[in-house]
């Protein structure tokens, strides 16, 4: 069986969620098949070294203008090329045309639901825009010509069945939930908890929140409930955020009525993926309060770093943390800010949920992920034999 995956963006220095699952799925199934042969399509870019032929899978790299026009015409002209018998594209979006049986992962659906949607156009980035643009038109053809379907949670399932109107039977659609990555742990060394200090200039102490412009992130009510909560706690503890633009960051702060916060807010800039087990490790407590998440990585990662979790009582996040974070409506900042005070009051709290995160996180691996995937290529292509 011939295999080409795409992975366009995953030699891009600056990877973001769904390029780590990509590159996790891919690192396993080299680990875990050695029979079957694969492509990986790549567009060029810095980071070559994240990746490496092995005997069965070859890197391909593909030049092709823009997102669209690469996955529109470069990759399934390369696949073609290569005899593929299935073309599993990673990123919600694929080929409109293609000559092989097609696998989506299609992570969520966000940028279909109209309340998501009024928000985007208000807020969003000009990029966040396009490609939300791109993706409306695209996921809905796509769907309907995919031979396989492959979403992160039972949640997410759920709602791309009811809003494109498939059967419940319909086992094209199926749910594969994601792992998380053996390096994320809780780190003890000295020597790099003091380097990573170090090197992101991190507080002694300090709340961990991994916001972004998207507005699911929810980054203004964080904000909103992180201001309440320096008004009301006895200690002025700082809140770290990461790659975060300064001047959107000055805006938000104006927004909530509180511009001075900003020097109690670090910027720690990029962050390499292999130095977030230390700065999770460092923290007091990780801040997840989106608004809507197909799966939620982040949560898993904090829990498996032995870091109690604020999360969100909506979409997939109840189900992917398995209830052992503390739950909160995030719409309401008072409730984000009672469960940040909570925490740092309350010892017992606090360790009950770093023990039951911690045991929770370690049902969820990327090897299993890869070896459920695996097992959709063989059932396609046995079915077309």
């Keep these: 069986m011939k295999i080409g995956i795409e992975g366009q963006r995953l030699f891009r220095v600056k990877k973001h969620g769904m390029d780590m699952v990509a590159l996790e799925l891919i690192k396993n199934l080299?680990?875990?098949?050695?029979?079957?042969?694969?492509?990986?399509?790549?567009?060029?870019?810095?980071?070559?070294?994240?990746?490496?032929?092995?005997?069965?899978?070859?890197?391909?790299?593909?030049?092709?203008?823009?997102?669209?026009?690469?996955?529109?015409?470069?990759?399934?002209?390369?696949?073609?090329?290569?005899?593929?018998?299935i073309l599993h594209c990673?990123?919600?979006?694929?080929?409109?045309?293609?000559?092989?049986?097609?696998?989506?992962?299609?992570?969520?659906?966000?940028?279909?639901?109209?309340?998501?949607?009024?928000?985007l156009m208000d807020k969003g980035t000009s990029y966040q825009k396009y490609g939300n643009v791109y993706r409306r038109y695209v996921v809905p053809r796509v769907v309907k010509k995919a031979q396989k379907i492959i979403t992160v949670s039972n949640f997410e399932r759920k709602r791309i069945t009811d809003f494109f109107g498939f059967p419940e039977s319909d086992d094209r659609l199926v749910a594969v939930y994601n792992g998380v990555s053996e390096h994320f742990r809780v780190v003890e060394d000295e020597k790099e908890l003091k380097r990573v200090k170090a090197q992101y200039k991190l507080p002694d102490e300090f709340i961990f929140f991994l916001g972004n412009t998207d507005p699911k992130k929810n980054t203004k009510g964080a904000l909103k409930a992180y201001s309440d909560f320096l008004k009301k706690f006895n200690r002025k503890i700082p809140l770290v955020m990461l790659d975060y633009d300064m001047d959107?960051?000055?805006?938000?702060?104006?927004?909530?009525?509180?511009?001075?916060?900003?020097?109690?807010?670090?910027?720690?800039?990029?962050?390499?993926?292999?130095?977030?087990?230390?700065?999770?490790?460092l923290c007091a407590l990780f801040l997840y309060p989106s608004l809507r998440e197909s799966f939620g990585i982040p949560m898993l990662e904090a829990m498996r770093c032995g870091i109690p979790v604020i999360t969100s009582n909506t979409s997939s996040m109840p189900e992917v943390s398995g209830e052992k974070a503390y739950i909160v409506d995030p719409y309401k900042p008072?409730?984000?800010?009672?469960?940040?005070?909570?925490i740092l009051n309350d010892k017992d709290l606090k360790d009950k949920l770093v023990k039951d995160g911690l045991v929770h996180s370690m049902k969820f691996s990327w090897m299993s992920m890869a070896a459920d995937v695996l097992k959709i290529y063989e059932e396609i292509y046995q079915k077309n034999q």
């Design 30 to 85: 080299q680990k875990l098949d050695k029979k079957n042969e694969y492509f990986i399509y790549i567009k060029p870019d810095e980071d070559r070294d994240c990746l490496e032929n092995t005997d069965n899978f070859r890197i391909v790299e593909l030049d092709g203008g823009s997102y669209a026009s690469w996955e529109q015409f470069a990759l399934p002209k390369a696949a073609k090329n290569d005899n593929c018998d």
């Design 248 to 281: 959107e960051l000055r805006k938000l702060l104006n927004e909530i009525g509180d511009p001075d916060m900003e020097k109690l807010i670090h910027l720690t800039g990029y962050v390499v993926n292999t130095d977030l087990p230390a700065i999770y490790s």
């Design 90 to 119: 990673t990123s919600n979006t694929a080929p409109l045309k293609s000559e092989m049986q097609v696998v989506v992962t299609l992570h969520d659906i966000i940028y279909m639901e109209k309340s998501y949607l009024r928000i």
């Design 334 to 342: 008072e409730e984000i800010t009672e469960g940040i005070i909570k």
